[in-house]
């Protein structure tokens, strides 16, 4: 148990994260027994504040949990009406025929949505059954009952900003106690995390492999915008410097989706994936179609990519991780939203047996069973050769080749069998000596912005009064190992400018840690080659405030 006095309320199931995997489970709760107590705790200011996928939604999901969303006012509107697969190179683009592509790569039949809004909508439906949500509610640590998780702090505000420990103003917060706590956290969670360690769950499995996900919101001139397109490129800038590409998806009121990915297994240390993405907005295609419009809003994500290999264990005594706490995406569709939202549904059910049956903090291995057995493994196994292929062969060898299995899984078979991902992200770093230096060019704060700039159009905020949330295991490690090993790439990685080595005239270089401006992202905790950064929960509800668009 937990060594500070706290409040405690009970409940039959705690869920930690208001994304599509933990509202689905709530959801799923109430619907098969509206007696259950359910309570969800975001620590987003409000439910899809923290929610940046805008996205291509596979409506899988909510066709198995609500069948009757179309007619429930659900912000779900725009159905894909065209696909586009590009290969860049400097100045010009290859596009790819669509008939070659495996018939899992189509999204006839899917919509273009912001999942924030989903979200929104979402926790609108949760509530009318029952549900109790707090926003504003960041759970940071566990509570342990002997060997079973029972549930999570919550709530607690006022450690002192130098010590981090008890100031005079601090709120212990409440313990929330609950027969079964599930954690959907979304990518890299942080009390997921400690799960998996504390019980060994990724023991047997290949190391979870991660991307960086950066977007914008653009409105464009109408005269280019073409509702329901879809395009995704591959190629230029990144080159064989690192995996990776973009997404532009032609949402309503004249908006795309502008997005880019970086697989986060690239070596050189020197790579800065943010000016990779404000690089990528000048290649021909893309800077004519943005031409005369604005960027409304930006933000960056990690995104799993391990896929089925990557998978731990979902199950401990009293705990079950759900959606991207697992890593639920599949990779090629870069899609893992209806994944999430299934995930959410199995807990759920496997939740409500036990309770039934008398049980309580017990494994669910019933969940793990369905995701493993069901329409969640169907979808990621028939992918799971892709990414292997791609960190080992490149871009080019992997299109072919994961093509062609991703064909013959659609059969029922592979020619590779299951192929295993490489090292974590963090140890695919290599030495800053062993690459060249990238020259970006200057953004031109027309259709490429500087970091901080496009910071402010995530609208991130954090009181300052608190202890920095991105702990350091060792605070030498930053100037004495990473700056000289790897040219500290915490400089570069962090989309939002968090991490700077300060060098003033005739001093020591120093490391400094601007958490204000921290999107929560999670990119630091996963690559940082010494692995000596830990994200944690801030205070109260900072982080990005994704807007309601
Ligand atoms: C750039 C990008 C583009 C993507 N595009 C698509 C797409 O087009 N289609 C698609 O289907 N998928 C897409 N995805 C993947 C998709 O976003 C994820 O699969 C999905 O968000 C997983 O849902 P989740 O509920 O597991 O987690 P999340 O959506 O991440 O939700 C987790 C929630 O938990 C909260 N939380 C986390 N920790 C705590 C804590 N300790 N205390 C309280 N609250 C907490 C977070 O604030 C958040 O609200 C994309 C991902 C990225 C990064």
């Given at each position: 148990m937990s060594q500070i006095a706290r409040e405690k309320m009970e409940y039959d199931v705690v869920i930690v994260g208001a994304g599509p995997a933990g509202l689905s489970a709530a959801i799923r709760l109430k619907q098969l027994d509206a007696d259950l107590s359910v309570v969800v705790l975001e620590k987003g200011s409000e439910v899809g504040a923290h929610i940046l996928s805008g996205a291509v939604l596979d409506p899988v999901g909510l066709d198995a949990l609500l069948p009757d969303w179309r007619s429930m006012g659900a912000p779900i509107k725009t159905l894909v009406q065209e696909d586009n697969f590009y290969m860049l190179g400097p100045a010009g683009q290859i596009r790819i025929p669509n008939f070659p592509m495996p018939p899992l790569m189509n999204n006839h039949g899917n919509y273009i949505v912001s999942m924030a809004n989903v979200c929104r909508w979402m926790a609108g439906v949760a509530e009318g059954l029952g549900v109790e949500i707090f926003p504003g509610m960041s759970c940071s640590e566990l509570v342990f009952d002997g060997n079973r998780v029972a549930g999570v702090v919550a709530g607690e505000f006022g450690r002192d900003p130098a010590t981090g420990e008890p100031g005079p103003s601090h709120e212990p917060g409440m313990e929330l106690h609950g027969k079964y706590v599930f954690l959907s956290e979304g990518v890299r969670g942080s009390l997921s995390k400690q799960v998996i360690e504390k019980y060994d769950l990724s023991k047997g499995h290949c190391p979870q492999k991660y991307g960086l996900g950066m977007k914008e919101i653009w409105e464009i001139d109408p005269a280019k915008h073409k509702l329901g397109t879809v395009t995704h490129t591959m190629g230029w800038p990144l080159g064989k410097n690192a995996g990776g590409g973009s997404f532009i998806y032609h949402l309503e009121n004249n908006q795309v989706y502008i997005g880019f990915v970086v697989h986060l297994?690239?070596?050189?240390?020197?790579?800065?994936p943010y000016m990779e993405f404000q690089r990528f907005k000048h290649h021909p295609m893309v800077a004519e179609l943005l031409a005369g419009g604005k960027r409304v809003a930006y933000g960056a994500r990690a995104i799993s990519e391990g896929g089925w290999q990557s998978m731990p264990k979902m199950v401990a005594p009293g705990v079950a991780l759900l959606g991207c706490s697992v890593g639920m995406v599949n990779v090629p569709r870069i899609k893992g939203n209806h994944n999430a939202m299934l995930s959410g549904k199995a807990a759920a059910e496997a939740a409500h047996a036990a309770i039934k049956a008398g049980r309580a903090g017990d494994e669910l291995a019933a969940y793990e069973a369905e995701v493993r057995g069901g329409a969640i493994g169907a979808d990621l196994k028939k992918v799971r050769n892709v990414k292997p292929l791609w960190s080992k062969y490149g871009l080019v060898a992997s299109l072919m080749g994961g093509g062609l299995d991703m064909w013959t899984n659609t059969l029922g078979f592979s020619l590779f069998g299951t192929l295993k991902h490489g090292k974590s992200d963090a140890a695919a770093t290599g030495l800053a000596k062993d690459f060249a230096p990238i020259d970006y060019p200057k953004p031109d704060g027309t259709l490429s912005f500087d970091r901080l700039t496009n910071v402010a159009y995530s609208f991130t905020n954090h009181d300052e009064a608190q202890p920095a949330h991105l702990k350091l295991k060792d605070p030498s490690i930053p100037i004495a190992v990473n700056l000289p090993k790897y040219a500290e790439p915490a400089q570069r990685y962090c989309p939002a400018g968090v991490y700077e080595v300060v060098a003033e005239d005739g001093k020591a270089p120093r490391f400094v840690i601007n958490f204000q401006n921290c999107v929560h992202c999670k990119t630091c905790d996963i690559k940082d080659p010494s692995q000596n950064i830990v994200w944690t929960t801030p205070q109260g509800a900072g982080g990005p405030n994704y807007p309601n668009m």
């Amino acid at each position: 148990m937990s060594q500070i006095a706290r409040e405690k309320m009970e409940y039959d199931v705690v869920i930690v994260g208001a994304g599509p995997a933990g509202l689905s489970a709530a959801i799923r709760l109430k619907q098969l027994d509206a007696d259950l107590s359910v309570v969800v705790l975001e620590k987003g200011s409000e439910v899809g504040a923290h929610i940046l996928s805008g996205a291509v939604l596979d409506p899988v999901g909510l066709d198995a949990l609500l069948p009757d969303w179309r007619s429930m006012g659900a912000p779900i509107k725009t159905l894909v009406q065209e696909d586009n697969f590009y290969m860049l190179g400097p100045a010009g683009q290859i596009r790819i025929p669509n008939f070659p592509m495996p018939p899992l790569m189509n999204n006839h039949g899917n919509y273009i949505v912001s999942m924030a809004n989903v979200c929104r909508w979402m926790a609108g439906v949760a509530e009318g059954l029952g549900v109790e949500i707090f926003p504003g509610m960041s759970c940071s640590e566990l509570v342990f009952d002997g060997n079973r998780v029972a549930g999570v702090v919550a709530g607690e505000f006022g450690r002192d900003p130098a010590t981090g420990e008890p100031g005079p103003s601090h709120e212990p917060g409440m313990e929330l106690h609950g027969k079964y706590v599930f954690l959907s956290e979304g990518v890299r969670g942080s009390l997921s995390k400690q799960v998996i360690e504390k019980y060994d769950l990724s023991k047997g499995h290949c190391p979870q492999k991660y991307g960086l996900g950066m977007k914008e919101i653009w409105e464009i001139d109408p005269a280019k915008h073409k509702l329901g397109t879809v395009t995704h490129t591959m190629g230029w800038p990144l080159g064989k410097n690192a995996g990776g590409g973009s997404f532009i998806y032609h949402l309503e009121n004249n908006q795309v989706y502008i997005g880019f990915v970086v697989h986060l297994n690239y070596e050189n240390p020197h790579l800065y994936p943010y000016m990779e993405f404000q690089r990528f907005k000048h290649h021909p295609m893309v800077a004519e179609l943005l031409a005369g419009g604005k960027r409304v809003a930006y933000g960056a994500r990690a995104i799993s990519e391990g896929g089925w290999q990557s998978m731990p264990k979902m199950v401990a005594p009293g705990v079950a991780l759900l959606g991207c706490s697992v890593g639920m995406v599949n990779v090629p569709r870069i899609k893992g939203n209806h994944n999430a939202m299934l995930s959410g549904k199995a807990a759920a059910e496997a939740a409500h047996a036990a309770i039934k049956a008398g049980r309580a903090g017990d494994e669910l291995a019933a969940y793990e069973a369905e995701v493993r057995g069901g329409a969640i493994g169907a979808d990621l196994k028939k992918v799971r050769n892709v990414k292997p292929l791609w960190s080992k062969y490149g871009l080019v060898a992997s299109l072919m080749g994961g093509g062609l299995d991703m064909w013959t899984n659609t059969l029922g078979f592979s020619l590779f069998g299951t192929l295993k991902h490489g090292k974590s992200d963090a140890a695919a770093t290599g030495l800053a000596k062993d690459f060249a230096p990238i020259d970006y060019p200057k953004p031109d704060g027309t259709l490429s912005f500087d970091r901080l700039t496009n910071v402010a159009y995530s609208f991130t905020n954090h009181d300052e009064a608190q202890p920095a949330h991105l702990k350091l295991k060792d605070p030498s490690i930053p100037i004495a190992v990473n700056l000289p090993k790897y040219a500290e790439p915490a400089q570069r990685y962090c989309p939002a400018g968090v991490y700077e080595v300060v060098a003033e005239d005739g001093k020591a270089p120093r490391f400094v840690i601007n958490f204000q401006n921290c999107v929560h992202c999670k990119t630091c905790d996963i690559k940082d080659p010494s692995q000596n950064i830990v994200w944690t929960t801030p205070q109260g509800a900072g982080g990005p405030n994704y807007p309601n668009m």
